[in-house]
């Protein structure tokens, strides 16, 4: 009773935002910038989570494959929005698109700005290194005296920065995109990166791979959806729709293509 009781004032909820239901199947009325499009700001270059696949054009990655199943649940297409990392907030103020669906860390500060969904999946920092490698690292605190990189402006750049205030003593090397972290890595010409679980888990994954972690913290991070602050009715439409995608599988499923494993279940 309590569950139908709330699914009955969300439907009142998203009828009165101008969601109309014909066939199974929602229009956006007034729910969004661009009629009938879910406009998505994304910093395309976050592989797994969302990166160009072969041909350099087409948008891949988990992120991506949760937005369409999302614009299905809603009847919208979706329209991503390649935007640098530095301007995604910007963008999503200033109107230029609906939403940010871009590995977004859920933190008191972004919540005090903008509006967020509900978390979709669990984080954690890792440190990675070149196998076989001489540098011994298996904490943070072990970074002393090492070329760190990451990428600017992320949790990895203020969870570094922190141990910068406490004292530890490390070269930083900030990149626009965490790709370039790998690549210089690559080339021995930084000695780790720090960056999230669930990018590094990627990178470890091919058996060729040249890198392996070694230190992982615990998942105490989130990602949600970002909206600009006060776009309630469409913030409420997504968490609908994400409860939905819960419910019957599809986060899972997409979870497991994308990962091999479950790390959606955790966040509900």
Known sequence: MKLRSTALIVFTMLVSAGIVFAGGQRQSGGLTTEKGILTIGMEIGYPPMEYLAEDGKTPIGFDVD????????????????????????????????????????????????????????????????????????????DLEGLGVAYQAETTSDTYMAQFAEKGLQFTPYEYDKVMNCFDELKLNRVDAIICDSLVSVDYIAPPDSPFEIVWQGPATETFGI???????????????????????????????????????????
């Open 66 to 141: 949760m937005a369409k199943a999302l614009g299905a649940k809603l009847g919208l297409e979706v329209k991503f929005i390649d935007t640098a990392w530095d301007g995604i907030f910007a963008g999503v103020d200033t109107g230029k698109y609906d939403c940010i669906i871009s590995s977004v860390t859920i933190t008191p500060e972004r919540l005090a700005a903008h509006n967020f969904t509900k978390p979709y999946i669990g984080n954690a920092q890792s440190i990675v290194v070149l196998k076989n490698s001489s540098i011994k690292v298996g904490s943070p605190e």
């Open 226 to 268: 970002c909206l600009k602050k006060g776009n309630d009715a469409l913030t409420q439409a997504l968490d609908k729709a994400l409860d939905e995608l819960f419910a019957d599988g599809t986060m899972l499923k997409i979870s497991q293509n994308t990962f091999k494993m479950d790390l959606v279940s955790g966040v509900r």
